[in-house]
């Protein structure tokens, strides 16, 4: 389900603010090294600056689970308010989430969710929603190859929790396009000279391939580079997925990539600060259609639980970058 | 004593001292060498003489004493300097390169150079062939050195040392695993390089060979300096009598004794390529010699027994039981004990305490309940060490502090700490000393009359013929003769051993 | 013993020698060929280069690793080391706008200075490399993460130049591939012709008889790292053209991958024997194999079972081989030397 | 021929110094020193470090990997290495996750886990022992191998996946409950047990001494009946088996397993038992030395989490102090070389 009080502006029934001073939120990115996952612990600094309290960014320098786990027992034993986790792995981190949930401290997952059964009860700030993101991209391909040949998709790693949720739907959006015939998705580990292997290998095998998707933003930017470099290839393949506008804005100026979408990952964690906040005060729930006040953001409610997602709050929809906004945007 | 002041010597080495930690190497190292002289340096084992030598290749910096060449004192920083100041050695345990071709190993950072200081192989291979021509071996430059037979590795360090035709050669027991011809080969270079003006340092435990070859002899025990005298004022008794500073009890003490049941038998062993149909038996109470050249494949053969190789086919029996192929542990347990050739590669644990290396092969026994008992241990090594004479700091001292000869005593006191059935002892006294020798010969010969079965493997034939009731003759991995104590000469075996008439070779 | 059982065997193991680096191009052949069938496109000009330029920087790290394995050491730190170079290279082109050129020479300096200080604790010291470099593996990702501290270098910030060699092909070769087979080929010539070099095999063959043999083995060890440091830098410099991109995961893990290029190479991890030629082509199999897979269009989840497996199987196959020379050597010595 | 086998330290100098500096009781002493020291640092500088909680979490976060180092040290003991382990765990929590996910009851998914972690150590056993392969050769290829393997079964799966039922709650349990009654983490009792286990057959029985004997000098070994290669066989299965467990436990610790568990391990196990004073040559070191080592790196880690240390930071100390371990030993040496070399100038 996606949510009513989705964008900025559009305040639907808010309770006036009411969070507490002084409250200590524990930001664990998915690596502290990610430019992705810097930009949101940013945005969720500002947030808690901005209610008075104060965010610890706490990971490891690769994306495991078990890198995670220290950074939620600091947590646990430093009594935060709030732990806001980008989840390298949606089942491994739930043990140590529910010690600290049991600890009273209010669990809030963004970027990528972590999948427990329901415990702990989390609130999950999602990107966008998750069908939304699956189904825009292939449209966004549709639209630039008249919804006519083989592509392929140019993924993170194997077991990533979000590139698998989205690939899933849209693998259903497909199905619209009779035409356009989904070959193969290989896995580039969000590494550039992985990725590089992989797209080339692609390359090799399907010369008839006319599109790809690339939902992370090591894969697009690699695959951005090696299309710019060889104009012969982004002469007859497009390629779109998610990407950062700050690596991606050279490539779309000069034609090589028309557009692609992304959520400014600031404004993420600019939301996910506020969640954990307000949760951590009780100014807001996790029942469908509690709202809280996000800053400059304006005001938010929790959608329903719908499938495998439980209570979660929509950034709004992803915004489409090409030559004509690009420039504005500085992340 | 030696005089630093002698103008005319070319080295000259006064009162050097040398300790490891508590072991004291060489107490009084001094020794004088005049141009165009061969000089023999005898001594004991753990006499000092190798510490002596790498003191002149400068390996080792020496605590005190003095080094003059050409009477200049000089401090070597390293075996470069020595080599440089004209010293060129032959050290005890070959060190060559396996990776590298013969001729590289010969040249090693001297290889002739072409334009741009690049390497010139052909010119390498030419010079490597000249000097082979010298020594009159056959060797080809461009093989690689590994899978040399341990006398062509001591050939191609004997090339090595010559190469630098320098004016002081220092060979510490090049001969120990030479044929008498190479021997002889080698004497002839020696006297030209004389000829030239050149000083030659030559140690050796076959007192013969120094007989042969040496103008005068200078006599080390204990690490200290004994006596500098020319050959021909000496007897073969006195040098031993300044050596082990005692008279010497008779060097083949062999108390004939009747020979019981089989306790080893050898049925058409085989093994492609090195040995081939080998029969034999070795009797409770008598010591079976195998005699023949190096490389006729004699460790080999005693190897194949163990188990340590295993046998293409044929059957080894002990007490009548035949044991599995390639299985030492079995081997082992049936009663049969190996003293292998080469000591610091197989016999021991250089870095393991002399303790460890007389339990190693019954630590099994000294276990209980599955744990070593430490004092158990300690008790066997020096019940061991002292029935065997082993000259050693601490039990606990790694055997690699140890000299030659008695580290050769601990791998014996390691297998006979088993009180094994059957003794295969390979090359048993090479690179020993004559007192040394007298022991172990008198040990096998005391366990002989217990009742022990000893296969012996010797490439020398006065040990043969003196130690062993019957001798069995190797020639290209094949049995050519068989001889009794009474039927077995100089002459009959070396027929046997090389094919030919034997009077070309001895 | 007689001249012709000493020559045979060698001419044997000769040949046997040369068939080592004949070996692996002829296994590189086969895998493009099978895979050509499969699909034909795998032999177009453009997956050709491919091959050349993605297994270029691994060959380059793998000339250095090379000759500090012949050593007998290793140097586990090129990955961390490539990944730092190519981030402060990164990092200038970005804050400095320093000139083209000036990048490579950073890249290298950087790396230099790595395998100089696995070079000096390694030799002055004589601790076993393996702890030195294995510790420089940490601690230089460490330093290269806070440097680096979440931000990425992005094309835009780096001069078209430069990533040009990471594209650019001469008679349809890629740069990169060009740079790497003159390294390769200089250092191959190097290693069979100079003194310094012939020491390295020697020191790695028997070190104590290196130090008998008077051979300087603290300086020829020390070079080779830094020959080793300086490569993994330039690949640093390379991985930026390549890539136009760099985050604190350059060259993550790339250790492993070199030693196993080194090893399929043909070149004796303990030392002493093996080619810098051997090395890279091991590095273009490996990298041949990966993209012959996606190629394929085997699934992408057997890519890493099976280049472990035709990893091993080269390495059994080098095992293979050397038996054989040694057997070759034996039977040539089964004769006695005639008396 | 005087070809040495791989270790430098035959000479007989090297080995009068390493017989002094890296004699046991030396060593075992600065770690303790040095593991004093991160406690008392770590007390002082964290208000959270004593916290009893720290004790358990500390054993969560190091248990596996440390049950993993001692397989390791005794391979490294015969001069051997093994780079498959962080493989071999994450494989047999692939196959323990595949069966689950199939609906096989635990003990038996536990017991096939449990082979195929046989089976692989089986594999680099035939290799390096039998065909007499350089380990770190054949166990860099498993490496790859094993990890393949475990992205075939589970692919972009994770256990348990939506829909699928959890593992039973009494196992995943060692994750988050310490045992009943003290501040311990299942996996911390294991390892000292296993450690135990290790400690006494390494050092005081004919097998232990065999190793060392091993490490020390394969051909002699050989020569003294020992059973060279079946030891080394052996020693790589149970590698395998004890990795496999590993990967087990983390598995139920985690209540969860992708293909990916444990990549890059390795390399902090080899760390580990090098920085607990174990020679990389074989022959010497302790397993008393590794279980320090093992607490000093975890209780670090904990410090330095809590602490909120940069994750870089922290990769710079842990090889710093590798770095340290052997220099030290070393610098004393190196110190007394560089003097003779200026005396003599
Ligand atoms: N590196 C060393 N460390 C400790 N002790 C040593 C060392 N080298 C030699 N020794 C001791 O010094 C003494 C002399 O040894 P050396 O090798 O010079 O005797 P040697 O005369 O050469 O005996 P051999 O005839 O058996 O070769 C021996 O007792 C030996 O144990
Ligand atoms: N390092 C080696 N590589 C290859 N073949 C060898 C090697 N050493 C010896 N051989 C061959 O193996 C056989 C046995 O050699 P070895 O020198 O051990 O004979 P041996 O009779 O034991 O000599 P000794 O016992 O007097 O040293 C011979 O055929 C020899 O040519
Ligand atoms: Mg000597
Ligand atoms: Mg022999």
């Not at chain 2, 290749?57 to 440089?84: C, K, N, Q, S, T």
């Not at chain 3, 290029?261 to 990966?290: E, H, P």
Request: charged share 15%; aromatic share 6%; glycine share 10%.
């Amino acid at each position: 389900g996606s949510s009513t009080g989705s964008g900025a502006g559009q305040a639907g029934a808010a309770t006036a603010g009411g969070i507490k001073k002084g409250l200590t939120v524990y930001f664990i990115p998915k690596d502290t090294q990610n430019p992705y996952e810097v930009l949101a612990d940013q945005g969720g600094q500002k947030a808690l600056a901005e209610v008075g309290g104060k965010v610890v960014v706490s990971s490891g320098t690769q994306d495991t689970a078990t890198a995670q786990i220290p950074s939620i027992q600091a947590a646990i034993q430093a009594h935060a308010a709030a732990i806001v986790i980008a989840a390298n792995d949606p089942s491994a981190l739930c043990p140590s989430l529910n010690q600290a949930s049991r600890a009273g401290i209010e669990i809030v997952s963004f970027d990528s969710d972590i999948n427990c059964g329901g415990s702990p009860n989390h609130l999950f700030i999602n990107q966008a929603n998750t069908q939304q993101i699956g189904t825009s991209e292939v449209d966004l391909l549709a639209k630039q190859i008249n919804s006519t040949g083989q592509i392929a998709i140019l993924s993170a790693a194997a077991s990533a929790t979000n590139q698998n949720a989205w690939i899933g739907y849209m693998k259903q959006e497909l199905a619209k396009y009779p035409n356009m015939k989904l070959v193969t998705t290989v896995y580039g580990n969000d590494d550039p000279a992985t990725s590089l292997t992989v797209l080339q290998g692609l390359l090799s095998a399907y010369p008839d391939l006319k599109g790809i998707i690339s939902p992370t933003t090591v894969g697009i930017s690699t695959a951005a580079q090696y299309f710019d470099t060889h104009k012969d290839v982004a002469a007859k393949i497009v390629l779109t997925g998610l990407g950062l506008p700050s690596q991606m804005k050279s490539y779309v100026l000069d034609g090589t990539v028309k557009s692609f979408e992304l959520w400014n990952p600031s404004n993420l964690g600019y939301l996910a600060g506020y969640a954990a906040a307000s949760l951590a005060s009780g100014s807001a729930g996790m029942q469908t259609g509690a709202a809280f006040k996000a800053g400059s953001l304006g005001s938010y409610q929790v959608a329903a639980p719908s499938g495998t997602t439980g209570p979660s709050v929509v950034l709004g929809p992803p915004t489409v970058f090409d030559a004509s906004n690009i420039s504005q945007f500085n992340f | 004593m030696t005089n630093p002041a002698d103008t005319n010597a070319r080295l000259v080495l006064t009162n050097a001292t040398k300790s490891f930690g508590t072991v004291r190497a060489l107490a009084d190292g001094s020794i004088t060498l005049y141009p165009g002289e061969a000089h023999a340096l005898l001594g004991e084992n753990g006499a000092g003489k190798s510490t002596l030598v790498k003191i002149l290749a400068g390996v080792y910096r020496p605590d005190g004493g003095e080094l003059r060449i050409d009477g200049v004192p000089v401090e070597f920083g390293g075996p470069a300097a020595a080599r440089a100041a004209g010293v060129s050695i032959i050290y005890q345990e070959p060190s060559l390169f396996p990776d590298l071709t013969v001729a590289e190993n010969i040249f090693t950072g001297r290889q002739p150079l072409g334009t741009l200081r690049r390497i010139d192989r052909r010119a390498m291979h030419r010079d490597a062939n000249e000097i082979f021509a010298r020594l009159g071996v056959r060797l080809d430059p461009a093989q690689p050195a590994r899978g040399l037979s341990v006398a062509d590795q001591q050939i191609v360090e004997i090339a090595k040392a010559l190469s630098f035709n320098s004016q002081l050669l220092v060979m510490d027991e090049p001969t120990a695993a030479l044929t008498t011809v190479e021997v002889l080969r080698l004497f002839e270079v020696m006297r030209t390089l004389r000829s030239h003006g050149a000083a030659v340092l030559f140690i050796s435990h076959r007192l013969e060979e120094v007989f042969a070859s040496c103008q005068r002899v200078t006599v080390m025990r204990d690490g200290r300096f004994v006596r500098t005298a020319p050959i021909e004022e000496l007897t073969v008794d006195d040098v031993i009598r300044s050596m082990v500073g005692r008279d010497l009890a008779t060097l083949f003490p062999k108390t004939v004794t009747a020979a019981g049941e089989p306790v080893l038998e050898v049925e058409k062993l085989s093994t492609a390529g090195v040995f081939d149909d080998i029969s034999l038996t070795v009797r409770r109470g008598e010591i079976v010699a195998l005699a023949g050249l190096v490389g006729a494949g004699r460790s080999e053969v005693a190897r194949a027994i163990f188990g340590i190789d295993r046998r293409d086919s044929g059957t080894v029996r002990v007490h009548g039981r035949t044991l599995p192929n390639g299985d030492p542990l079995a081997a082992m347990a049936a009663g049969v004990a190996l003293v292998p050739e080469d000591r610091r590669q197989q016999g021991l644990v250089m870095a393991m305490g002399v303790d460890q290396n007389v339990a190693l092969a019954s630590i099994r026994r000294l276990a209980r309940f599955g744990l070593i008992r430490r004092a158990g241990e300690r008790a066997l090594a020096s019940s061991w060490s002292a029935r065997l004479r082993i000259k050693s700091g601490r039990l606990r001292d790694a055997v690699a502090t140890l000299s030659g000869g008695n580290q050769q005593k601990v791998v014996l006191a390691k297998w006979l700490a088993r009180d094994p059935a059957l003794l295969i002892i390979d090359e048993p006294t090479r690179g020993i000393d004559v007192g040394t020798k007298a022991e172990v010969h008198r040990i096998l010969d005391e366990l002989v009359g217990d009742g022990l079965a000893i296969l012996m493997i010797s490439s020398e034939l006065p040990e043969v013929l003196g130690m062993a009731d019957r001798v069995l003759v190797l020639r290209e991995g094949r049995l050519t003769g068989s001889f009794s104590r009474a039927a077995a000469d100089e002459t009959s075996i070396m027929r046997a051993a090389t094919g030919q008439d034997a009077g070309a070779a001895a | 013993m007689t001249t012709d059982t000493a020559v045979r065997p060698v001419h044997r193991f000769e040949s046997l020698l040369r068939a080592r680096e004949l070996g692996i191009a002829i296994v590189i052949v086969l895998v493009v060929a099978i895979t050509a069938v499969r699909n034909a496109n795998f032999l177009a000009a453009q997956s050709v280069q491919q091959l050349l330029s993605g297994a270029a920087l691994v060959a380059l790290l793998s000339v250095g690793e090379t000759m500090v394995i012949i050593t007998r050491n290793v140097d586990l730190s090129v990955g961390s080391t490539l990944g730092l170079s190519a981030y402060v290279v990164g990092d200038l082109f970005k804050y400095q706008h320093i000139p083209v050129l000036a990048g490579f020479a950073v890249g290298i300096v950087v790396g230099a200075v790595v395998g100089a200080v696995n070079g000096l604790v390694t030799t002055v010291l004589r601790v076993p490399s393996l702890v030195v470099t294995l510790a420089m593996l940490y601690v230089i990702r460490g330093v290269d993460g806070v440097i680096v501290n979440g931000h990425t270098i992005d094309p835009s910030a780096i001069p078209r130049a430069f990533t040009e060699v990471g594209y650019r092909t001469l008679f349809g070769v890629p740069w990169l591939a060009i740079i790497v087979l003159v390294v390769v080929a200089v250092a191959g010539y190097a290693m069979r012709s100079f003194r310094a070099s012939r020491d390295l095999y020697a020191i790695g063959s028997n070190p104590e008889a290196a130090a008998l043999a008077g051979i300087p083995a603290g300086r020829r060890v020390f070079t080779a790292f830094v020959i080793s440091g300086t490569l993994a830098g330039l690949a640093g410099a390379l991985f930026l053209a390549l890539h136009a991109q760099v985050d604190n995961s350059g060259g993550l893990g790339y250790e492993l991958t070199v030693v196993a290029a080194v090893v399929v190479g043909g070149v004796a991890i303990f030392g002493g024997s093996g080619t810098v030629v051997g090395a890279a082509l091991g590095a273009l199999l490996l990298n041949t194999i990966n993209q012959a897979l996606v190629a394929s269009k085997v699934s992408s989840f057997w890519n890493m079972a099976v280049a472990g497996g035709l990893l091993l199987a080269a390495i059994a196959f080098d095992r293979w081989l050397s038996l054989r020379v040694a057997r070759g050597l034996k039977s040539a010595r089964g004769v006695h030397r005639d008396v | 021929m005087a070809t040495r086998a791989r270790r430098p330290h035959d000479d007989v100098n090297t080995d009068a110094r390493r017989a002094r500096w890296r004699s046991a009781a030396r060593w075992e002493v600065g770690l303790v020193v040095v593991l004093i020291g991160v406690l008392v640092f770590g007390a002082a500088e964290s208000p959270t470090f004593v916290d009893s909680s720290t004790f358990f979490y500390l054993g969560i976060n190091v248990g596996y990997l440390a049950i993993m180092a001692l397989p390791m040290t005794l391979i490294v003991m015969t001069g051997e290495i093994d780079l498959s382990v962080a493989s071999i765990l994450g494989l047999s929590g692939s196959v323990l996750g595949l069966l689950w996910h199939h609906g096989w009851s635990i003990v038996p998914a536990v017991v096939v886990a449990l082979l195929v972690g046989a089976l692989g150590g089986a594999l680099n056993g035939i290799l390096v022992a039998k065909a007499g392969l350089p380990s770190i050769a054949v166990t860099i290829g498993t490496l790859t191998l094993f990890r393949g393997l475990a992205e075939i079964l589970l692919g972009s799966l994770t256990v348990p996946a939506t829909g699928d039922r959890q593992f039973p709650a009494a196992l995943t349990n060692i994750g988050v409950a310490p045992i009943p009654g003290t501040q311990l983490s299942y996996t911390t009792v294991i390892f000292l047990v296993l450690a135990v286990v290790c400690g006494v057959v390494l050092h005081a029985t004919p097998l232990g001494r065999a190793m060392h004997a091993i490490g020390l000098q394969p051909e002699a070994a050989q020569f003294s009946g020992i059973r060279v290669r079946r030891i080394k066989f052996w020693l790589y299965v149970v590698s395998g088996v004890v990795c496999a467990f590993a990967g087990i436990l983390l598995t139920l610790q985690n209540s969860s397993v992708s293909y990916g568990a444990g990549t890059g391990l390795e390399l902090n196990v080899v760390a580990i038992v090098l920085f607990g004073g174990v020679s990389i040559f074989g022959g010497r070191g302790t397993v008393v030395g590794v279980v320090l080592s093992v607490a000093i790196f975890g209780a670090l880690q904990m410090a330095l989490t809590q602490l909120n240390v940069q994750p870089e930071i922290q990769n710079v100390i842990t090889g710093a102090l590798l770095l340290i371990s052997v220099v030290v030993p070393n610098g004393g040496e190196a110190i007394g070389r560089l003097r003779e070399r200026i005396k003599r100038k």
